[in-house]
């Protein structure tokens, strides 16, 4: 080979490699889907807070009120009924009767599990002072609770809400 031939062929391996390595490392730069913004999970204490909001809602003595932190189609099994509410209407019909009691609950323990960004459960136990509306007398119920949330357009609902007597108190 020729020195002529041995520079030209040279200058064609290193412009191959310049031209490969451009379109490597564009391929590269717009390959695959871009990464997802990440939403953070939240946190527990966030969950365990979420009580805090619907105690609050309670202290209205605003049924309404109280049902729209479920979403439209919750289910409660309620402390102190019997009926298993399935949709808005059931839900606050029977916030109609319990906020009547003026109920203030009180977590004793609770454990939460954060599934992913958006759902979560907040299990434990907790007490409600209610007050007897024809002789004013308050009375402590003690009950287990599960509050199972979804996230539903960007707010925290209640999916599943089972609260029950404690049977041993």
Do not use: C
Not at 55 to 60: D, E, F, M, P, R
Not at 118 to 134: M, N, P, Q, R, V
């Amino acid at each position: 080979m020729t020195r002529r031939s041995l520079t030209k062929r040279a200058a064609i391996v290193t412009a191959t490699a310049v031209v490969a390595l451009g379109t490597i490392g564009t391929v590269a730069a717009t390959a695959g889907p871009k990464p997802a913004v990440k939403h953070a999970e939240p946190t527990r204490a966030q969950i365990a807070g979420l009580f805090d909001t619907w105690n609050k809602a309670l202290k209205t003595g605003d049924s309404e009120k109280v049902a729209n932190l479920y979403a439209k189609d919750a289910v409660l099994l309620p402390t102190v009924s019997n009926k298993v509410r399935t949709n808005h209407a059931e839900i606050v019909d029977y916030f109609d009767k319990f906020l009547q009691s003026k109920p203030v609950g009180k977590k004793v323990k609770t454990i939460v599990d954060v599934l992913d960004k958006d759902s979560a459960i907040d299990t434990g136990i907790y007490e409600f002072t209610l007050t007897d509306k024809a002789t004013g007398k308050k009375r402590v119920v003690e009950a287990r609770y599960t509050y199972a949330y979804e996230k539903i357009a960007g707010k925290w609902k209640i999916v599943n809400h089972h609260s029950s007597a404690m049977p041993e108190g």
